[in-house]
T-cell receptor, first 119, second 116 residues
Framework: DAGVTQSPTHLIKTRGQQVTLRCSPI?????VSWYQQVLGQGPQFIFQ???????GRGNFPDRFSARQFPNYSSELNVNALLLGDSALYLC??????????????????FGEGSRLTVL | AQKVTQAQTEISVVEKEDVTLDCVYE???????LFWYKQPPSGELVFLIR??????QNEISGRYSWNFQKSTSSFNFTITASQVVDSAVYFC?????????????FGAGTRLTVKP
Protein backbone atom coordinates (compact mmCIF):
# COMPACT_ATOMS: atom_id res chain seq x y z
CA ASP A 1 0.00 0.00 0.00
CA ALA A 2 1.17 3.50 -0.78
CA GLY A 3 2.23 5.67 2.13
CA VAL A 4 1.63 9.38 2.48
CA THR A 5 2.66 11.15 -0.71
CA GLN A 6 3.57 14.80 -1.02
CA SER A 7 4.27 17.03 -3.98
CA PRO A 8 6.35 18.75 -5.05
CA THR A 9 9.39 17.37 -3.26
CA HIS A 10 11.46 20.50 -3.76
CA LEU A 11 10.60 24.00 -4.91
CA ILE A 12 12.15 27.43 -4.98
CA LYS A 13 10.14 30.63 -4.73
CA THR A 14 10.91 34.30 -4.26
CA ARG A 15 9.64 36.60 -1.55
CA GLY A 16 6.06 37.71 -2.03
CA GLN A 17 5.07 34.73 -4.15
CA GLN A 18 2.46 32.14 -3.25
CA VAL A 19 2.91 28.38 -2.97
CA THR A 20 0.60 25.37 -2.87
CA LEU A 21 1.73 22.06 -1.42
CA ARG A 22 -0.20 18.84 -1.87
CA CYS A 23 -0.66 15.73 0.21
CA SER A 24 -2.37 12.40 -0.35
CA PRO A 25 -3.00 10.41 2.84
CA ILE A 26 -2.82 6.67 3.27
CA UNK A 27 -5.90 5.01 1.85
CA UNK A 28 -8.62 4.93 4.50
CA UNK A 29 -7.14 7.72 6.60
CA UNK A 30 -9.48 10.66 7.02
CA UNK A 31 -7.22 12.97 9.01
CA VAL A 32 -4.43 15.06 7.54
CA SER A 33 -2.07 17.25 9.54
CA TRP A 34 0.54 19.73 8.33
CA TYR A 35 3.81 20.51 10.08
CA GLN A 36 6.59 22.99 9.34
CA GLN A 37 10.16 21.94 10.12
CA VAL A 38 12.80 24.64 9.97
CA LEU A 39 16.34 23.37 9.57
CA GLY A 40 17.77 22.15 12.87
CA GLN A 41 14.45 22.23 14.73
CA GLY A 42 11.60 19.90 15.47
CA PRO A 43 8.38 20.04 13.43
CA GLN A 44 5.76 22.61 14.39
CA PHE A 45 2.04 21.96 14.04
CA ILE A 46 0.27 24.12 11.44
CA PHE A 47 -3.15 22.57 10.73
CA GLN A 48 -5.21 19.45 11.07
CA UNK A 49 -8.21 18.51 8.94
CA UNK A 50 -10.60 15.68 9.58
CA UNK A 51 -13.52 14.86 7.34
CA UNK A 52 -12.88 18.14 5.49
CA UNK A 53 -13.23 20.26 8.61
CA UNK A 54 -10.43 22.12 10.38
CA UNK A 55 -9.84 20.45 13.73
CA GLY A 56 -6.75 22.28 14.90
CA ARG A 57 -4.58 25.25 14.08
CA GLY A 58 -1.11 26.08 15.32
CA ASN A 59 0.42 29.48 15.93
CA PHE A 60 0.90 30.53 12.31
CA PRO A 61 -0.19 33.75 10.55
CA ASP A 62 -3.21 33.99 8.29
CA ARG A 63 -0.91 33.76 5.28
CA PHE A 64 -1.09 30.01 5.90
CA SER A 65 -4.29 28.24 4.88
CA ALA A 66 -5.29 24.71 4.04
CA ARG A 67 -8.18 22.63 2.90
CA GLN A 68 -9.15 19.00 2.57
CA PHE A 69 -10.96 17.50 -0.39
CA PRO A 70 -13.71 14.83 -0.52
CA ASN A 71 -11.05 12.19 -1.29
CA TYR A 72 -9.24 13.30 1.92
CA SER A 73 -6.24 14.72 0.08
CA SER A 74 -5.15 18.14 1.26
CA GLU A 75 -3.48 21.34 0.12
CA LEU A 76 -1.46 23.80 2.15
CA ASN A 77 -1.26 27.33 0.77
CA VAL A 78 1.16 30.00 1.86
CA ASN A 79 0.74 33.55 0.55
CA ALA A 80 3.18 36.46 0.51
CA LEU A 81 6.17 34.25 1.15
CA LEU A 82 8.89 35.40 3.52
CA LEU A 83 12.46 34.19 3.79
CA GLY A 84 11.53 32.62 7.12
CA ASP A 85 9.01 30.34 5.43
CA SER A 86 11.91 28.31 4.03
CA ALA A 87 11.45 24.90 5.60
CA LEU A 88 10.49 21.27 5.14
CA TYR A 89 6.70 20.98 5.13
CA LEU A 90 5.51 17.63 6.37
CA CYS A 91 2.12 16.07 5.91
CA UNK A 92 0.88 13.33 8.24
CA UNK A 93 -2.19 11.17 8.01
CA UNK A 94 -3.98 9.13 10.63
CA UNK A 95 -7.14 7.10 11.03
CA UNK A 96 -8.28 9.10 14.01
CA UNK A 97 -8.44 12.76 14.86
CA UNK A 98 -7.22 12.52 18.45
CA UNK A 99 -6.32 9.75 20.86
CA UNK A 100 -9.74 8.23 21.55
CA UNK A 101 -10.26 4.55 21.02
CA UNK A 102 -8.65 1.54 22.70
CA UNK A 103 -6.87 0.51 19.52
CA UNK A 104 -5.69 4.00 18.70
CA UNK A 105 -1.96 4.34 19.27
CA UNK A 106 -2.07 7.95 18.12
CA UNK A 107 0.53 7.15 15.48
CA UNK A 108 0.90 9.67 12.70
CA UNK A 109 2.17 8.51 9.32
CA PHE A 110 4.39 11.11 7.71
CA GLY A 111 5.32 11.78 4.12
CA GLU A 112 8.85 12.69 3.07
CA GLY A 113 7.94 16.34 2.90
CA SER A 114 8.13 19.26 0.50
CA ARG A 115 11.27 21.34 0.88
CA LEU A 116 10.51 24.99 0.20
CA THR A 117 13.28 27.51 -0.35
CA VAL A 118 12.35 31.19 -0.43
CA LEU A 119 14.92 33.51 -2.01
CA ALA B 1 2.82 26.21 29.78
CA GLN B 2 4.43 23.04 28.52
CA LYS B 3 8.09 22.64 27.71
CA VAL B 4 9.89 19.75 26.08
CA THR B 5 13.69 19.58 26.28
CA GLN B 6 16.06 17.30 24.47
CA ALA B 7 19.36 18.48 25.92
CA GLN B 8 21.54 16.25 23.74
CA THR B 9 21.99 17.92 20.37
CA GLU B 10 24.23 15.25 18.88
CA ILE B 11 25.44 11.85 20.00
CA SER B 12 28.02 9.69 18.26
CA VAL B 13 28.59 6.04 19.14
CA VAL B 14 30.34 3.06 17.65
CA GLU B 15 28.25 0.19 16.35
CA LYS B 16 27.06 -2.26 19.04
CA GLU B 17 27.26 0.33 21.81
CA ASP B 18 24.13 1.11 23.82
CA VAL B 19 22.84 4.67 23.62
CA THR B 20 20.23 6.55 25.69
CA LEU B 21 18.38 9.60 24.40
CA ASP B 22 17.05 11.99 27.02
CA CYS B 23 13.79 13.92 27.03
CA VAL B 24 12.26 16.08 29.75
CA TYR B 25 8.66 17.24 29.50
CA GLU B 26 7.52 19.88 31.94
CA UNK B 27 3.79 20.35 32.23
CA UNK B 28 1.05 20.93 34.77
CA UNK B 29 -1.19 18.46 32.99
CA UNK B 30 -1.83 15.28 34.95
CA UNK B 31 -2.60 13.27 31.83
CA UNK B 32 -0.47 13.39 28.73
CA UNK B 33 1.10 11.16 26.13
CA LEU B 34 4.70 10.90 25.06
CA PHE B 35 5.84 9.80 21.64
CA TRP B 36 9.24 9.10 20.13
CA TYR B 37 9.74 9.54 16.41
CA LYS B 38 12.79 8.85 14.26
CA GLN B 39 13.70 10.96 11.21
CA PRO B 40 16.17 9.29 8.83
CA PRO B 41 17.92 11.32 6.11
CA SER B 42 15.01 10.69 3.73
CA GLY B 43 12.93 13.11 5.80
CA GLU B 44 9.82 11.22 6.84
CA LEU B 45 9.16 10.82 10.54
CA VAL B 46 8.72 7.24 11.72
CA PHE B 47 6.70 6.41 14.85
CA LEU B 48 8.64 4.40 17.44
CA ILE B 49 6.69 4.31 20.71
CA ARG B 50 3.94 5.93 22.73
CA UNK B 51 3.68 6.04 26.52
CA UNK B 52 0.90 7.34 28.73
CA UNK B 53 1.62 9.53 31.74
CA UNK B 54 -0.48 7.29 33.98
CA UNK B 55 1.54 4.18 33.13
CA UNK B 56 5.08 4.22 34.54
CA GLN B 57 5.88 0.63 33.70
CA ASN B 58 9.07 0.52 31.68
CA GLU B 59 9.13 -1.70 28.62
CA ILE B 60 11.47 -3.37 26.23
CA SER B 61 10.72 -4.08 22.60
CA GLY B 62 13.51 -5.71 20.69
CA ARG B 63 16.52 -3.39 20.84
CA TYR B 64 14.41 -0.50 22.11
CA SER B 65 13.56 0.22 25.72
CA TRP B 66 12.16 3.24 27.47
CA ASN B 67 12.30 4.56 30.99
CA PHE B 68 9.56 6.94 32.08
CA GLN B 69 9.77 8.69 35.45
CA LYS B 70 6.88 11.03 36.07
CA SER B 71 8.45 12.48 39.22
CA THR B 72 11.33 13.93 37.20
CA SER B 73 9.34 14.44 33.98
CA SER B 74 11.91 12.36 32.12
CA PHE B 75 11.14 10.01 29.27
CA ASN B 76 14.33 8.37 28.08
CA PHE B 77 14.75 6.06 25.13
CA THR B 78 17.51 3.47 24.88
CA ILE B 79 18.79 1.59 21.87
CA THR B 80 20.88 -1.45 22.74
CA ALA B 81 23.50 -2.86 20.40
CA SER B 82 23.21 0.12 18.08
CA GLN B 83 23.50 -0.35 14.32
CA VAL B 84 24.53 1.99 11.53
CA VAL B 85 20.91 2.04 10.31
CA ASP B 86 19.91 3.62 13.62
CA SER B 87 21.62 6.83 12.50
CA ALA B 88 18.87 9.47 12.40
CA VAL B 89 17.42 12.40 14.29
CA TYR B 90 15.23 11.28 17.19
CA PHE B 91 12.38 13.45 18.41
CA CYS B 92 10.49 13.33 21.67
CA UNK B 93 6.94 14.56 21.10
CA UNK B 94 4.51 15.11 23.98
CA UNK B 95 0.82 15.49 23.42
CA UNK B 96 -1.56 17.06 25.96
CA UNK B 97 -4.09 14.73 27.49
CA UNK B 98 -7.03 16.85 26.55
CA UNK B 99 -5.96 17.10 22.96
CA UNK B 100 -8.65 16.39 20.41
CA UNK B 101 -6.34 16.93 17.49
CA UNK B 102 -2.86 16.02 16.36
CA UNK B 103 -1.07 19.02 17.84
CA UNK B 104 2.17 17.41 18.91
CA UNK B 105 4.94 19.46 20.56
CA PHE B 106 8.15 18.10 19.11
CA GLY B 107 11.44 18.67 20.88
CA ALA B 108 14.45 20.02 19.02
CA GLY B 109 15.70 16.51 18.35
CA THR B 110 18.88 14.55 19.00
CA ARG B 111 21.04 13.59 16.04
CA LEU B 112 22.42 10.09 16.54
CA THR B 113 25.35 8.91 14.46
CA VAL B 114 26.34 5.27 14.68
CA LYS B 115 29.76 4.60 13.21
CA PRO B 116 30.80 1.18 11.91
Amino acid sequence: DAGVTQSPTHLIKTRGQQVTLRCSPISGHKSVSWYQQVLGQGPQFIFQYYEKEERGRGNFPDRFSARQFPNYSSELNVNALLLGDSALYLCASSLYVGLAGASNTGELFFGEGSRLTVL
Amino acid sequence: AQKVTQAQTEISVVEKEDVTLDCVYETRDTTYYLFWYKQPPSGELVFLIRRNSFDEQNEISGRYSWNFQKSTSSFNFTITASQVVDSAVYFCAPRPGGSHNNDMRFGAGTRLTVKP
